[in-house]
């Protein structure tokens, strides 16, 4: 191929925009620019990866934009859409969950995992659920948002047991006075921005008035609203300077390729809570790690703080300041302090991710690199050491009832809190069967879930080729290999066979992988023969829950119990000739799945 030379470049306009360097069809990097003609001709007098990046394209693409955060805003929908190797790529941090205020005449609370345009208001990302859940719980006590008439709200002819309980006005039925709703809506805003004190003081405020009126109920109730907010708070913060404020601040630490990026957010002068990135990437600067980082997360988290202390200067902050001031509706400063409380803030951050960054080596030194990561870069030629592999495999019962299948491991080891399968539509055909499971990860409720670095295709090249098709339809470009299962060969979409001893770290890694992916698969049909064997013992006299249980552990299914002999049924333990005869008599009409 033909490698791109400075003399050849297309004309470049001295203007802002998103230039992609190409190495035939694969973007290698993309990048934004103030000037597209001057960065993009800086790359061949750069050293290092600019200059490698430069010798290794064959092709420049490039779009100019009206302005700079036009161009943040496209470079980071480029990046996630190629993954191109030279980029930084954080790939789990849009993963964590949100709490979603709908926008709607009454509006309601949910989790989500996805910020949209549609006009609700965001608050996020969480990256520990259980605070997450623990603030929803306290929400959910303390102020009556509707909860079970649905997104859109739907009507109901009668209020649930919230209403009665007093934890929901019930919209849904008409009982709500829009005023009073408001009201609460404004609260609960209070409570996810963080503005807690001037919710307290004005709860105590209508306390004292409730008070003043003899309604000492009303008043009862505000004052355990106020002890429950003063109770959460002072434990879920870890301090309190309310001359800080609103502000995050964030702190970065590297050895090598490895680095730890940690954000703290402080509202009202309260630590709420600290979000933390470990990123692996050779030859990358602590420049580029941060500003990753601050493009990707800033992008979707809300409510946005009016300062941002970073812990050295960026070059180029003007785009993405204004595409805060944009978001937020208010000016967002990104600084950095040399002195005095923020600049010790800083150093808080900075010691925080260095010790982070020490218990991240600590462990991959106590558990070892996996070696059959790096066998596997060297293997298939990819950019970085794969750390997530997905495992996909389609299984039947007896050429019925097709599954698809998912394994999940991360850094040699399985996650099977992330395994997942999904019954298909697809009839006897596999391919289409690879297909569809395939093309429904991406596109369907199993989309939010990381992105791997690898895909491993229990199968020969037509499967592959299957799962490579459905990915173009998702839009997607990601790395796959198939795993033939007679000889144990691995299969590249373009049709090259990699035969390795099996005493080999990679294949050993990738029959693990793949043997998961079936076993996840085989438990399903396991579980539906155990049901429809259950269901088919449930009619026969004399055979009560004991002796079903007894059954159903010994056979399994419905065929193997057919096939058993009478005699063997019956020196079962619990068992006696006549309850196998029943048993016999009753299977005698019954057809196998």
Same mark, same amino acid.
């Given at each position: 191929?033909?490698?791109?030379?400075?003399?050849?470049?297309?004309?470049?306009?001295?203007?802002?925009?998103?230039?992609?360097?190409?190495?035939?069809?694969?973007?290698?990097?993309?990048?934004?620019?103030?000037?597209?003609?001057?960065?993009?001709?800086?790359?061949?007098?750069?050293?290092?990866?600019?200059?490698?990046?430069?010798?290794?394209?064959?092709?420049?693409?490039?779009?100019?934009?009206?302005?700079?955060?036009?161009?943040?805003?496209?470079?980071?929908?480029?990046?996630?859409?190629?993954?191109?190797?030279?980029?930084?790529?954080?790939?789990?941090?849009?993963?964590?969950?949100?709490?979603?205020?709908?926008?709607?005449?009454?509006?309601?609370?949910?989790?989500?995992?996805?910020?949209?345009?549609?006009?609700?208001?965001?608050?996020?990302?969480?990256?520990?659920?259980?605070?997450?859940?623990?603030?929803?719980?306290?929400?959910?006590?303390?102020?009556?948002?509707?909860?079970?008439?649905?997104?859109?709200?739907?009507?109901?002819?009668?209020?649930?047991?919230?209403?009665?309980?007093?934890?929901?006005?019930?919209?849904?039925?008409?009982?709500?006075?829009?005023?009073?709703?408001?009201?609460?809506?404004? *609260?609960?805003?209070?409570?996810?921005?963080?503005?807690?004190?001037?919710?307290?003081?004005?709860?105590?405020?209508?306390?004292?008035?409730?008070?003043?009126?003899?309604?000492?109920?009303?008043?009862?109730?505000?004052?355990?609203?106020?002890?429950?907010?003063?109770?959460?708070?002072?434990?879920? *913060?870890?301090?309190?300077?309310?001359?800080?404020?609103?502000?995050?601040?964030?702190?970065?630490? *590297?050895?090598?390729?490895?680095?730890?990026?940690?954000?703290?957010?402080? /509202?009202?002068?309260?630590?709420?809570?600290?979000?933390?990135?470990?990123?692996?990437?050779?030859?990358?600067?602590?420049?580029?790690?941060?500003?990753?980082?601050?493009?990707?997360?800033?992008?979707?988290?809300?409510?946005?703080?009016?300062?941002?202390?970073?812990?050295?200067?960026?070059?180029?902050?003007?785009?993405?300041?204004?595409?805060?001031?944009?978001?937020?509706?208010?000016?967002?400063?990104?600084?950095?302090?040399?002195?005095?409380?923020?600049?010790?803030?800083?150093?808080?951050?900075?010691?925080?991710?260095?010790?982070?960054?020490?218990?991240?080596?600590?462990?991959?030194?106590?558990?070892?690199?996996?070696?059959?990561?790096?066998?596997?870069?060297?293997?298939?030629?990819?950019?970085?050491?794969?750390? /997530?592999?997905?495992?996909?495999?389609?299984?039947?019962?007896?050429?019925?009832?097709?599954?698809?299948?998912?394994?999940?491991?991360?850094?040699?080891?399985?996650?099977?809190?992330?395994?997942?399968?999904? /019954?298909?539509?697809?009839?006897?055909?596999?391919?289409?069967?690879?297909?569809?499971?395939?093309?429904?990860?991406?596109?369907?409720?199993?989309?939010?879930?990381?992105?791997?670095?690898?895909?491993?295709?229990?199968?020969?090249?037509?499967?592959?080729?299957?799962?490579?098709?459905?990915?173009?339809?998702?839009?997607?470009?990601?790395?796959?290999?198939?795993?033939?299962?007679?000889?144990?060969?691995?299969?590249?979409?373009?049709?090259?066979?990699?035969?390795?001893?099996?005493?080999?770290?990679?294949?050993?890694?990738?029959?693990?992988?793949?043997?998961?992916?079936? *076993?996840?698969?085989?438990?399903?049909?396991?579980?539906?023969?155990?049901?429809?064997?259950?269901?088919?013992?449930?009619?026969?006299?004399?055979?009560?829950?004991?002796?079903?249980?007894?059954?159903?552990?010994?056979?399994?299914?419905?065929?193997?119990?057919?096939?058993?002999?009478?005699?063997?049924?019956? /020196?079962?333990?619990?068992?006696?000739?006549?309850?196998?005869?029943?048993?016999?008599?009753?299977?005698?009409?019954?057809?196998?799945?």
């Amino acid at each position: 191929m033909k490698l791109v030379r400075l003399a050849e470049l297309p004309p470049l306009p001295d203007a802002p925009g998103v230039y992609l360097w190409r190495r035939g069809e694969e973007v290698l990097y993309v990048g934004k620019a103030k000037n597209l003609r001057a960065r993009v001709r800086s790359y061949f007098h750069a050293e290092g990866k600019a200059a490698r990046i430069a010798e290794e394209a064959t092709a420049l693409d490039f779009i100019a934009t009206r302005d700079e955060v036009e161009a943040l805003l496209l470079e980071a929908n480029l990046i996630k859409a190629h993954r191109p190797p030279y980029n930084v790529l954080l790939k789990d941090d849009k993963h964590y969950p949100f709490l979603k205020l709908t926008h709607e005449p009454f509006p309601t609370l949910l989790v989500v995992r996805r910020v949209e345009a549609d006009g609700a208001k965001y608050y996020g990302p969480f990256p520990e659920a259980s605070t997450l859940r623990r603030i929803k719980t306290l929400i959910d006590r303390l102020f009556p948002l509707r909860k079970n008439s649905g997104y859109p709200m739907k009507r109901k002819r009668y209020p649930c047991l919230n209403y009665s309980m007093g934890r929901c006005l019930a919209p849904c039925v008409g009982l709500a006075d829009p005023v009073a709703y408001g009201e609460v809506v404004r *609260q609960v805003e209070a409570v996810l921005e963080g503005k807690v004190d001037g919710l307290l003081r004005e709860l105590e405020a209508k306390m004292r008035e409730a008070a003043k009126r003899l309604e000492f109920e009303r008043a009862a109730e505000l004052r355990d609203q106020m002890e429950a907010l003063k109770a959460f708070f002072s434990t879920a *913060q870890q301090a309190f300077d309310p001359e800080l404020g609103d502000l995050d601040f964030l702190g970065l630490a *590297q050895a090598g390729p490895l680095a730890v990026v940690q954000l703290y957010q402080v /509202r009202s002068g309260r630590i709420l809570g600290r979000i933390s990135r470990v990123v692996e990437k050779e030859e990358t600067s602590p420049e580029e790690i941060l500003w990753a980082f601050l493009r990707d997360h800033y992008l979707e988290a809300s409510p946005l703080p009016p300062l941002i202390l970073l812990p050295f200067p960026l070059e180029d902050l003007e785009g993405l300041e204004e595409l805060l001031r944009r978001r937020a509706g208010r000016k967002v400063e990104l600084r950095v302090p040399q002195r005095g409380e923020k600049a010790r803030l800083l150093e808080l951050a900075e010691r925080n991710a260095r010790l982070a960054l020490e218990t991240e080596l600590k462990l991959r030194e106590r558990r070892g690199d996996h070696p059959a990561l790096k066998a596997l870069q060297e293997l298939l030629g990819l950019p970085t050491r794969p750390y /997530r592999l997905e495992g996909y495999d389609v299984s039947h019962l007896q050429g019925q009832a097709r599954v698809f299948s998912l394994a999940v491991f991360e850094g040699g080891r399985p996650k099977r809190a992330e395994y997942r399968r999904m /019954r298909l539509k697809a009839g006897n055909d596999d391919y289409a069967a690879m297909e569809e499971g395939v093309f429904r990860r991406y596109t369907g409720s199993l989309k939010d879930l990381p992105l791997p670095d690898l895909l491993l295709i229990d199968g020969g090249l037509g499967q592959v080729r299957a799962a490579e098709k459905a990915l173009k339809r998702a839009g997607l470009r990601l790395p796959l290999v198939g795993l033939a299962k007679k000889e144990e060969v691995l299969i590249t979409p373009e049709g090259r066979e990699i035969r390795l001893p099996l005493t080999h770290p990679a294949l050993r890694l990738l029959i693990h992988l793949r043997d998961e992916a079936h *076993q996840n698969g085989l438990r399903y049909h396991q579980k539906r023969r155990s049901q429809e064997l259950f269901q088919v013992l449930a009619g026969i006299p004399g055979i009560g829950e004991a002796r079903r249980r007894l059954l159903l552990e010994r056979y399994g299914g419905l065929k193997a119990l057919r096939e058993a002999p009478l005699e063997e049924l019956a /020196r079962l333990p619990g068992m006696n000739r006549k309850a196998a005869e029943a048993l016999k008599r009753a299977l005698a009409g019954k057809i196998a799945p």
